[in-house]
């Protein structure tokens, strides 16, 4: 496929750093969309703060660059306005589960029809290298520099847990896998989730003397268990692996919808 004509070339070149995984993650956005077909003008991206949230300022769709944490609040505004766009969010570990962690649960638990891309790295990349709700225990970080001491989230379980139609884990290491998660995601009705492991070599992987880039990826291929092979090892075999693959799939009722139907049963009873 032809990836430069969803490109604005004039703001390149790219901020992140070699090694970064997340441009990885941006060409399996776009092939999701070439497949399915959609037009720019039927897409809406939406993103926070941080190095994900960079990523709208690269393609050619409509897009909305806002404030830290708030991109699923954004996306909410502007799904209920117009409930035809498809409305993708571009988000980060610490931008959507810590200052945005409530608009996390609440859009999932909402089953509102947003598709989530939440680069999951880790680490406060952007702004300094600090501890994000993913951190592993024991990780050191910049504001954590003897080890992180805090339990980290499970953000697909959480996002599972709080009402989504569908979520998703993949890597960048096995990057045709992950287009195929993000192209089922968009096409869901309702709230849709893919975690999208990616390394950051610079903020966590020098903190953490983790190599480079490559080193990183190759970690995150021996790390990787599928979920049908994860279903018959013990929960000691699965310590510090990574389940990828569609973790939830499943029928809810979707809240533009049922906020039309309101309007309309409201609509009969005055008229």
């Not at 999951?120 to 001491?149: D, E, H």
């Not at 990057?175 to 966590?204: H, M, N, R, W």
């Not at 000691?236 to 990574?242: Q, S, T, V």
């Amino acid at each position: 496929m032809d990836y430069m004509k969803y490109i604005r070339r004039k703001n390149f070149p790219l901020i992140w750093c070699p090694g970064c995984g997340h441009g990885i993650v941006m060409k399996a956005i776009l092939r999701a969309i070439d497949r399915i077909g959609l037009q720019k003008d039927e897409i809406c991206m939406v993103s926070g703060i941080g190095c994900s949230s960079r990523l709208p300022g690269y393609v050619d769709f409509n897009t909305l660059h806002t404030t830290h944490g708030r991109a699923i609040a954004f996306a909410t505004g502007v799904k209920m306005a117009n409930p035809n766009l498809h409305v993708i969010v571009i988000t980060g570990d610490g931008d959507a589960t810590a200052i945005g962690g409530n608009h996390y649960i609440h859009g999932a638990r909402r089953n509102i029809d947003l598709t989530v891309i939440l680069f999951n790295n880790n680490i406060y990349g952007m702004t300094g290298g600090q501890v994000s709700p993913t951190t592993p225990i024991g990780a050191r970080a910049s504001t954590a520099p003897f080890g992180n001491p805090e339990n980290s989230f499970n953000i697909s379980g959480l996002a599972e847990a709080a009402g989504a139609s569908f979520v998703a884990r993949g890597t960048v290491y096995d990057a045709v896998q992950l287009d195929k998660y993000i192209e089922k995601a968009i096409l869901k009705k309702g709230f849709s989730v893919v975690e999208a492991l990616t390394p950051c070599p610079t903020a966590y992987g020098r903190r953490n003397k983790l190599g480079n880039g490559v080193t990183m990826m190759k970690e995150l291929k021996e790390r990787s268990v599928s979920i049908n092979k994860a279903k018959n090892l013990s929960e000691e075999e699965l310590k510090d692996m990574i389940v990828t693959g569609v973790l939830v799939d499943r029928e809810l009722p979707e809240y533009t919808q049922n906020y039309n139907m309101l309007i309309e049963r409201v609509r009969e009873t005055k008229s």
